[in-house]
């Protein structure tokens, strides 16, 4: 495994940058992309004839990709967030790394005051722990709370008795005990009170999306005006549209001040739903989200989520009382994979979805989300069957095939 420290380059490989594909090289140096290197210019030629000098991976002609950010992710090989211990979160983060992500929201459920505070104290101790040891998994940068605060009428597979009117002391108390740790909120907008709780999370830097919900197209908009910049699981778990009460959907797919998430499995939405998406909004408002839970990486059988009993059949995840989809088994590079089998979008535009508008969303994007000089080294490899091949942080293996 190489450090931090390590200088090395990674070459013969497909570089997806911010604007197109490029053959070439890409130059590590102290944890950063230092150089990428066109193959067809003069400066490959020297390197190559050097190669001998520093350490060198052969990339096979895959591609290299930024790494994948995902900010709606609940668990997987096993763990999931609301177990709230750090054996839970190992398998999550290397899980998760062996598919390319190296950054994400550890995203709870809707649950009791007590379960979110055990999720919220072990993040926080988790993420310490992450920043002081050597990394073997991607990195928590902090937490979606998905609920408590939705509607009773799509709870989708939230755990309906502990849905809660939104309630600011809560959040107030959170913010004070586990400061810079809630990172995302997902709430039903047209719920009492909603309103200025939106705008107090926008002045405390948090986002607010709107995610199991009833709103109307209006509810949306003055939801907007009051700071909401997201909308989780686009499509799914949400008042769809009408033409003449365009709805929380309606309202999502026209309005520029939202990103959208997308789960892009062939499960949770019909492609051509996904094709409406992309041609309905910015390219640069999309996020591709895995929504994952503990089975993902598992085999068939009986899982949880949340408290409440799932079955996952053929990998597609579901209540096992009333059949509700029950997030994914999707991983990053699965979705990258979709979307890239199954759209009209170029790999630096789906990079986009899968990392740099995640960055951008989050205010990390100066740091992370592409493939630029300067930025940190977080990249990953993979074959033409986007099989990861390895997947670094700040220039450290975090997994490697």
Request: hydrophobic letters at 40%; aromatic letters at 6%; glycine letters at 8%.
């Amino acid at each position: 495994m190489m450090s931090a420290a390590t200088s090395w380059i990674i070459n013969n490989v497909r570089i997806v940058t911010e604007t197109s594909t490029i053959y070439g090289a890409v130059v590590v140096e102290l944890g950063k992309i230092a150089n990428i290197i066109p193959a067809s210019s003069k400066e490959y030629h020297l390197l190559t004839e050097n190669i001998q000098q520093i350490a060198t991976i052969d990339g096979q002609n895959g591609l290299l990709m930024a790494g994948f950010i995902d900010v709606h992710v609940h668990g997987g090989n096993g763990g999931d967030f609301m177990n709230a211990d750090h054996a839970s979160y190992d398998a999550i983060t290397s899980f998760h790394a062996a598919h390319g992500t190296t950054k994400m929201l550890a995203t709870t459920m809707t649950a009791s005051k007590e379960a979110i505070e055990a999720v919220l104290a072990a993040v926080t101790s988790y993420r310490q722990n992450q920043q002081t040891n050597e990394q073997s998994g991607a990195t928590i940068i902090g937490v979606h709370l998905e609920g408590p605060f939705i509607s009773e009428k799509w709870p989708g597979a939230q755990n309906p008795a502990y849905i809660q009117p939104p309630t600011k002391a809560w959040l107030a108390e959170w913010i004070d005990k586990w400061p810079d740790q809630i990172k995302l909120l997902t709430l039903a907008p047209e719920k009492e009170e909603a309103a200025p709780l939106i705008n107090w999370l926008a002045n405390q830097q948090i986002i607010t999306a709107c995610g199991h919900t009833d709103a109307l197209y209006s509810d949306i908009q003055s939801a907007a005006d009051a700071g909401l910049t997201h909308a989780v699981h686009t499509f799914n778990a949400m008042k769809g549209l009408h033409h003449r009460e365009p709805g929380t959907l309606g309202a999502v797919l026209t309005d520029d001040r939202i990103y959208c998430e997308i789960i892009a499995d062939g499960e949770h939405v019909h492609r051509a739903a996904i094709d409406l998406l992309l041609r309905a909004k910015p390219i640069d408002k999309l996020i591709l989200i895995t929504d994952a839970i503990e089975a993902a990486g598992m085999v068939d059988g009986n899982y949880q989520l949340g408290g409440l009993a799932v079955t996952v059949k053929d990998g597609v995840a579901r209540l096992t009382e009333g059949g509700a989809l029950a997030g994914s088994s999707l991983t990053m590079n699965k979705a990258v994979q979709y979307l890239a089998n199954n759209s009209s979008l170029a790999l630096h535009e789906i990079s986009q979805l899968a990392s740099k508008n995640a960055a951008r969303q989050l205010g990390i994007d100066h740091t992370t989300g592409s493939i630029s000089i300067g930025k940190q080294a977080d990249l990953v490899w993979l074959d033409d069957n986007f099989q990861v091949q390895s997947t670094w942080t700040n220039g450290i293996a975090i997994y490697n095939r």
